[in-house]
């Protein structure tokens, strides 16, 4: 598998997205927004799916052990590396998980919440995604998205949001994300295909898959034909194009005028 990545911060603030390429291996961590509100962490975000990155690509060295398992265990080893912070915070670091494994023939996938992995084939394509998060909140995520971002309205009802989303995040009542508890794994999805099947794959942040499912500016076909033509960094910009054009979030209503975006592109 040649895998080749790319990622790129949306705004002044630091990157929370993280990505890593081997031979059999793709992972893309989007981390969640804090809102500016505490976490009980001094490392932040950044640190956090760093760590957690560094962790996962180390556990699934070994090709059969399970990604769930590896995330399980990653996720205690980031938590042991933090004692002294507050891992009981609701707030704590947390991030969105995607791992694309090639191994003896076949194609492992995890996904916990909203990073999708598309798989290419004969047949069209096939997304990979867990929307749990988007089942939830319903008229909390209405109300951030019915102000112009970079406005105290908007800051204000994000602020709203995630103080909700922190309730129910990693409950069985809400949505499950990599955070400080080994739980989360056991909800991730996962499945196998068949590598024959698939000619090439991409992981993305939602910073990327929006501009098909939620800006509409471009179909599955399109995102490939352009990471065929010029690769991931050639994505990204299209889609900070179509931001560009839309500054602040009237026609595409959104949490930032630009996310952090990622993108691992994967070949045979
Ligand atoms: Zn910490």
Redesign the pocket.
Known sequence: MRVCVETQGGGANPNEDWVAGTSTLAVVLDGLSTAGLS??????VP??VAHLGGHLVAALADLDRPLADGLADSLERVAA??P??D?GDPG??SATVAILRQRHGVLDHLVLADSPIVLEGAEGHTVISDLRVDEVLSELRAEVERHETHTSAHREALQRLVLAQRQVRNTPEGYWVAAASPEAAQHALTGTTQTRDVHSAAVLSDGVSRLVTEYGMATWSDVFATLLAGGPRELIEAVRKVEATDPSGLRWPRYKSGDDATVAYCRW
């Open positions: 976490t009980g962490c001094r490392h932040g640190w956090y590396a933090h002294e912070c891992l704590t670091p």
